[in-house]
């Protein structure tokens, strides 16, 4: 059995690397100053950034492994398992990790903006590679925000803290958006696969047995997390991966409308369970309802 270090709050993670915290809700650890450490597999209920340095090793996430080498950058939010099993091994790295609990953000913008990141939902093998001058602006900003906590807690610091936070958030996702743009072959031959996959999908009939396809389908077909295939897409097509679904299957559900199929075999063809969910996504996506297209296409 799997030893699992549960990660309740940010200091359970800096209690294992033998370092104290001055603030209860976050946590900023310089690994240089605590290594060598031990690997732990941890469950998370806390978020974390990980930037690594030099000191690379093998990490899972979830099902999947990747090198966490040099210059890049792990997401983690609460629910998720990452890291290394405990061998007895200790490493020795550089770089930095801030873990920070949920509660941190209540009564801030970033409450509600946080789930807007969705590289928290990616995989370990979708991290972010960063230049050394992205790198060193994260590092600018994690050495603030250490500054910070070495200051008497007042009215203001949580405030303050979840600013760097919010900005560490903001620089990253702007660095995501640059690795994104300077991966066009890589994002195009995604973008093939997955609509060979959607055609494929309907082709053999597949949503007869399974019903609607999923982004979750193509995203394990294709090994890569739900999210990071819905921002490639994004990137690619402007679409989000469940809309350019909805457009498959409404272009698809025109031509059977047109060949003369009503309203609800349309939508049984198709794998919807309800013709009503079939005419609202119909509707949603074109401003008319299927009946309304049919009659259009008569006239």
């Known amino acids: 059995m799997s030893k699992i270090l549960k990660i309740n709050k940010p200091s359970d993670y800096s209690s294992w690397v033998g370092q104290t915290d001055p603030h209860e809700l976050i946590s900023v650890i310089n690994y240089s100053e605590v290594s060598p450490v031990r690997y732990s597999l ?5 978020y974390g950034l990980f930037l690594q340095g030099t000191g690379g090793f093998d990490l899972v996430y979830g099902t999947g492994k990747y090198d966490f080498s040099e210059d890049t950058l792990i997401c983690v939010a609460p629910g998720q398992l990452g890291g290394k099993e405990d061998d007895g091994e200790a490493v020795n790295l550089t770089g930095w990790a801030v873990l920070f609990h949920p509660d941190l953000l209540q009564g801030t913008g ?42 008497p807690a007042d009215a203001m610091q949580n405030r303050i803290i979840a600013g760097f936070i919010n900005l560490l958030l903001r620089y990253a996702q702007r660095f995501y958006n640059r690795q994104f743009e300077s991966r066009t072959i890589v994002n195009t031959d995604i973008l093939s696969r997955f609509e060979a996959l959607l055609k494929e999908y309907f082709d053999t009939n597949r949503q007869a047995t399974e019903g609607l396809p999923t982004v ?29 679904i909805k457009r498959h299957i409404v272009q698809l559900a025109k031509n059977k409308l047109i060949g003369g199929m009503n309203c609800s075999e349309a939508a049984y063809s198709l794998g919807f369970e309800y013709p009503q969910h079939f005419t609202r996504m119909f509707k949603n996506m074109t401003g008319i309802t299927p009946t309304e297209y049919r009659e259009q296409r008569k006239n």
């Open 216 to 244: 979750q389908y193509f995203s394990e077909r294709l090994c890569m997390s739900p999210n990071y295939l819905s921002d490639v897409i994004k990137r690619t097509t402007g679409d989000t991966a469940n809309r350019y």
């Open 42 to 46: 941890n469950n998370y209920d806390v």
């Open 110 to 151: 970033l409450e509600n903006d946080i789930k807007n990141f969705t590289f928290f939902d990616y995989s370990v093998n979708e991290a972010l590679h960063m230049s050394t001058e992205e790198r060193d602006v994260m590092i600018s900003i994690i050495r603030q925000l250490e500054n910070e906590l070495k200051y």
